[in-house]
Nanobody, 118 residues
């Protein structure tokens, strides 16, 4: 069993920055990748970026490329999301995700609210 705890969300003005953190805890599994997703009201959960145990990084949300940066160490169960030049449309609940072995099980954090507003 793995528990994910996110932190770092909050209210920020347009153009501002936030840094989200996620830490995994638990035993008996090996984390093979971690990711950040976000979900706005009435919309599907959107994959932002992933980082693998080997350090490979991929970005999936075109709207954040060049503004958001994922980092961390999936092998150690830590992942971060540096968000710069925030826009009102970035407002959402941001979720941390981990995929583990055995069985490629998926775990989710409880989510952290990010609100971009003046």
């Amino acid at each position: 069993q793995v528990q994910l705890v996110e932190s770092g969300g909050g209210l920020v003005q347009p153009g501002g920055s936030l840094n989200l953190s996620c830490a995994a805890s638990g035993t008996g599994s090996v984390t093979i990748s971690m990711a950040w997703y976000r979900q706005s009201p009435g919309k599907q959960r959107e994959l932002i970026a992933t980082i693998t145990r080997g350090g490979n990084i991929n970005y999936f949300a075109n709207s954040v490329k060049g503004r958001f940066t994922i980092s961390g160490d999936a092998a150690k169960g830590t992942v971060y999301l540096q968000m710069n030049s925030l826009k009102p449309e970035d407002s959402a609940v941001y979720y941390c995700n981990a995929v583990t072995l055995p069985g490629r099980r998926t775990y989710w954090g409880q989510g952290t609210q990010v609100t971009v507003s003046s």
